[in-house]
Nanobody, 129 residues
Framework: QLQLVESGGGLVQPGGSLRLSCAAS????????VGWFRQVPGKEREGVSC????????EYALPVKGRFTISRDDAENTVYLQMNSLKVEDTAVYYC??????????????????????WGQGTQVTVSS
């Protein structure tokens, strides 16, 4: 069964940190771009950060730039999202997604939910005091 599984979400105080993991099973993440998206009730899912299939290009949404870092470990078949200096407005369900990039830039892919082939079930991140 081909799937992505997110983990690492939870409750954290403002200013705290979390590291999300996105593990693939049933397929390898080699040659796949991977993205992190988030969604709050009543709003559209939005791109947070994406990494190219070879890890040589990354994209970050403006609200998280300088606070979040995306990385990939293809040996572990896992992509990570390190989230520091968390804010209340970072509260959301976080999803990871993967897809072959087919020559499309990671910047463009990060801005389009429809470009992704595989999706995880999501992990809740709550930032609250």
């Amino acid at each position: 069964q081909l799937q992505l599984v997110e983990s690492g979400g939870g409750l954290v105080q403002p200013g705290g940190s979390l590291r999300l993991s996105c593990a693939a099973s049933g397929f390898t993440l080699d040659y796949h771009a991977v993205g992190w998206f988030r969604q709050v009730p009543g709003k559209e899912r939005e791109g947070v950060s994406c990494i190219s299939s070879f890890g040589d290009d990354t994209e970050y949404a403006l609200p998280v730039k300088g606070r979040f870092t995306i990385s990939r470990d293809d040996a572990e078949n896992t992509v990570y999202l390190q989230m520091n200096s968390l804010k209340v407005e970072d509260t959301a369900v976080y999803y990871c997604a993967a897809s072959g990039d087919h020559g499309v830039t990671v910047q463009r892919m990060c801005g389009s939910v429809g470009m992704w082939h595989y999706w995880g079930q999501g992990t809740q991140v709550t930032v609250s005091s």
